[in-house]
């Protein structure tokens, strides 16, 4: 399988425990999106990285949450010291340059589920 | 006011109807207009894509752009019960995408 992959697809954690996603792009895709999305909506964007450089973050990214994308490749989301209000599923996206066009799709991965108790 | 309106539904329907689903939009700068499908509990994949305004076909869908009304439409001819899912509109901006809630849809054998 060639497409976005994210590890772990599922995961449930106590309030106040960290927590790491790990997202591994199409190959020679180098933008990676990250977004989250809750039940009975869009999903929402976090950040992008454009090789390594993390570009743009929303302000829906707290100070709790850090992406890193170390060599331009794999992408990390870490979660710390969760919230209910964290629990969502974290949808990992990549394209090969900006995005905006055909040639240009955004691919999704199939998400990882948190649920925080 | 959100920059994306997406009446969430649900939508049901019976087999081989013509569905019809809507997005609104605010900012008159989007240029870029998309339409995903997702499964329950699975990734969006991108279903049809335009550029500016106009209609583009394939197969059973169509995706229609009104700039000047800000206004997008999908429509899916002869509905199919593999076509029950979620369906989100989105919108590029700066390279990202904007999605709309989503029109969950169900389609009834």
């Known amino acids: 399988d060639t497409g976005v992959s994210q590890n772990p697809r599922h995961k449930i954690t106590k309030r106040g425990q960290n927590v790491t996603f790990r997202c591994d792009p199409i190959?020679?895709?180098?933008?990676l999106y990250w977004y989250r999305q809750t039940l009975g909506q869009g999903p929402e964007f976090l950040t992008y990285f454009q090789n390594e450089a993390q570009l743009e973050k929303s302000r829906l990214l707290s100070d709790r949450f850090s992406a890193e994308r170390p060599k331009g490749s794999f992408s990390t989301l870490e979660i710390q010291r969760t919230e209910q209000g964290d629990s969502a599923m974290y949808l990992c996206a990549s394209s090969l340059g900006e995005g905006r066009s055909s040639g240009n799709t955004i691919y999704f991965g199939e998400g990882s589920w948190l649920t925080v108790v | 006011q959100k920059e994306v309106e997406q009446d969430p539904g649900p939508l049901s329907v019976p087999e081989g109807a013509i569905v019809s689903l809507n997005c609104t939009y605010s900012?008159?700068?989007?240029?870029?207009f998309m339409w995903y499908r997702q499964y329950s509990r699975k990734g969006p994949e991108l279903l049809m894509y335009?550029?500016?305004?106009g209609n583009k076909e394939d197969g059973r869908f169509t995706a229609q752009v009104d700039k000047s009304s800000k206004y997008i439409s999908l429509f899916i001819r002869d509905s199919q019960p593999s076509d029950s899912a979620t369906y989100l509109c989105a919108m590029s901006q700066g390279g990202k995408l904007i999605f709309g809630q989503g029109t969950e849809l169900s389609v009834k054998p």
């Open positions: 335009t550029y500016s305004s």
């Open positions: 190959s020679e895709h180098n933008r």
């Open positions: 900012n008159s700068a989007f240029q870029y």
